[in-house]
């Protein structure tokens, strides 16, 4: 059974701040910058009903495409994307740690 997007990315980040407290502070506050500032992201997208630009199907940017509350937007997927987010992502068992 998978888990959603949004607690997978809840998930992944929660890790990264768990790495941040062990890490030199140099290090430690570039990590804890990129987690508050997708964590902002996810706050402003993350089922949520709103607007969010996005490609139609001819390829087109279209700034007005509407996603519901149980939907998610293409910046959540992008975002997950690049934490190594696979569609149909089993939930973590402890130990699990993202790479
Ligand atoms: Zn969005």
Redesign the pocket.
Known sequence: MGVDIVSWLDWVISEREDAAAKAQESEASVIMRRCVADRMIID???Y?A?????YDCDGDLSEH?R?YDHEV????QQLANGYGWTAGQTPPIEGDRVT
């Not at 709103?50 to 996005?54: D, F």
């Not at 937007?73 to 959540?76: A, E, G, I, L, Q």
């Open positions: 402003l997208h993350g949520r709103h607007s969010c630009p996005t495409a996603f937007c293409p910046v959540v």
